[in-house]
């Protein structure tokens, strides 16, 4: 990788015209929704503001030159999203769930 700018690699926020969000409830996953806000309603009883409840796994989507759509490790960030719901005692993301919501929200954007 000898022409690799690394001091200027594109890991950053990119705005989208869309996410996908899930809710646990009740002992189960719901269905995926989309939606096109860049924020977050949260109840103020929140266990991510009282404790510290909270995971962040991040997935990067690359168009390459030849116009695929590319996916780095995906299921190496459904491992370390459901190590990490392990450890905070929070419910792990089924597969099925984690792959269709990813591609769901390639396809939007």
């Known amino acids: ?6 001091e200027n690699l594109p890991f950053s926020y990119i705005k989208t015209d869309y996410n996908i ?3 646990f409830r009740n002992g189960k ?3 995926l929704t989309e939606n096109n806000s860049e924020k977050l309603e949260l ?7 009282h404790y ?7 997935l990067k ?4 030159k030849d116009g695929k759509i590319r996916l780095f490790r ?21 597969e099925k769930i984690f792959l269709a919501a990813i591609y769901k929200a390639v396809k939007l954007n």
Do not use: T
Request: charged letters at 25%; proline letters at 6%; glycine letters at 6%.
């Open 61 to 64: 989507a690359y168009r390459g």
């Open 74 to 94: 995906v299921d190496k960030n459904l491992e370390r999203l459901n190590n990490s719901a392990k450890r905070l005692f929070m419910p792990e993301l089924p």
């Open 1 to 6: 990788m000898p022409n690799l700018d690394w």
């Open 29 to 31: 996953w719901e269905d």
């Open 21 to 23: 969000r899930c809710n």
């Open 43 to 49: 109840h103020i009883a929140s266990a991510v503001l």
């Open 52 to 58: 510290g409840q909270a995971i962040f796994e991040g």
